[in-house]
């Protein structure tokens, strides 16, 4: 499975972007999609995920009301539209899938197999 994620930019605050995780290779719908970000000399932090029927979805508790995740498993594709956009939202985001099990913790990166390569949010004041 591959994971190709697009959608990064610089944009102001206050600003809104959309970004898109497109998966390929031997995919399946029934996988649960994450987004994590990095800042520089930060760790990994959660934002946002959900379960393959979208009848779960969690936030990171900085990006709750500002950020949303969705997906379109026809096209297995997943998105994290970003409004409201802070300076301190800037960081790579990197988009994730992994299968689901009864008790998954979508907020945990060791739930997730499969990695993009991060694309770049940069937030100006």
């Known amino acids: 499975v591959q994971l190709q994620a697009s959608g990064g930019g610089l944009v102001q605050a206050g600003g809104s972007l959309r970004l898109s995780c497109a998966a390929s290779g031997r995919t399946s719908s029934s996988s649960a999609r994450g987004w994590f970000r990095q800042a520089p000399g930060k760790e990994r932090e959660f934002v946002a995920a959900m379960s393959w029927s979208g009848g779960s979805r969690y936030y990171g508790y900085s990006v709750k009301g500002r950020f949303t995740i969705s997906r379109d498993n026809a096209k297995n594709t997943a998105y994290l539209q970003m409004n409201s956009l802070k300076p301190e939202d800037t960081a790579v985001y990197y988009?994730?899938?992994?299968?689901?099990?009864?008790?998954?913790?979508?907020?945990?990166?060791?739930?997730?197999?499969?990695?993009?390569q991060g694309t770049q949010v940069t937030v100006s004041s």
């Open 95 to 116: 988009c994730a899938a992994g299968y689901e099990h009864p008790t998954i913790n979508l907020a945990a990166p060791t739930e997730y197999a499969y990695w993009g």
